[in-house]
């Protein structure tokens, strides 16, 4: 039986959209359960985006328990498509370094791109693009968020995320900080890939929805979210 070498991951840091744990922001807007179904929404998109990448294999690094979630059938069978890891770790970048450790470990040798549940508009081509810079003419690809954080991270070394481990999180200037520490650290070339608005409130996944009208997350936002004025969608 021949070998089939895996050289591109798409590495996707998940929590299971369980209610009153996930995308807590949309709330009073949304209800736990509806801000639970917007999560879910995002995360099944951001997998059919991801799952549809040539040659790549899908990692999710997971907290939470996808049993509890919204959504738990479709995710379920999702997920079984790919190789679930469990985050490890107490900060986020420590977390983003382990999984990155897991990709590593499992794949030798792959080029990687990770991404969140919080950019459901990112499509395929987005993510193949991101592995090609990092397979071929750079060291690592960093997509900033337009809240200032970022969307995205491709390295030719997942190993090499343990770069910004001690990068701050959830502040305004988090992308640049994480850009400086990668051109710091890195020898290879660091470039940026576009940037993308993340979901967190309900603005932010109303404006989203309208750049995808036709997926699974346009619809749960339409659900769960009211008009201005306090009307139904």
Not at 51 to 57: E, K, M, N, T, W
Not at 155 to 180: K, N, Q, Y
């Amino acid at each position: 039986m021949p070998v089939t070498t895996v050289d591109r991951v798409v590495l996707v840091l998940a929590k299971a959209p369980v209610a009153g744990r996930v995308k807590t922001r949309l709330t009073p807007a949304a209800t736990p359960a509806g801000a639970a179904e917007v999560a879910a929404a995002a995360l099944l998109d951001t997998l059919d985006a991801a799952l549809a990448v040539p040659g790549a294999r899908v990692v999710v690094a997971l907290e939470g328990d996808p049993a509890d979630a919204a959504c738990r059938d479709e995710l379920g069978d999702a997920l079984a498509r790919t190789l679930v890891v469990r985050q490890r770790g107490d900060s986020l970048g420590e977390r983003i370094a382990a999984a990155h450790a897991d990709v590593a470990d499992a794949f030798p040798g792959a080029v990687s791109v990770q991404i969140g549940m919080d950019t459901p508009q990112v499509d395929t081509a987005l993510l193949a693009d991101a592995l090609d810079l990092v397979a071929t003419d750079a060291g690592a690809a960093l997509g900033l968020a337009l809240d200032g954080g970022w969307w995205a991270l491709a390295l030719d070394d997942p190993r090499r995320a343990s770069l910004i481990t001690e990068v701050p999180t959830s502040r305004d200037d988090t992308g640049r900080r994480t850009l400086h520490a990668l051109r710091a650290g890195h020898p290879g070339l660091v470039l940026e890939l576009p940037p993308l608005s993340d979901v967190d409130t309900p603005d932010d996944a109303v404006a989203v929805a309208d750049l995808v009208p036709t997926g699974r997350f346009a619809r749960a936002v339409a659900d769960a979210l009211p008009l201005p004025g306090g009307l139904p969608r």
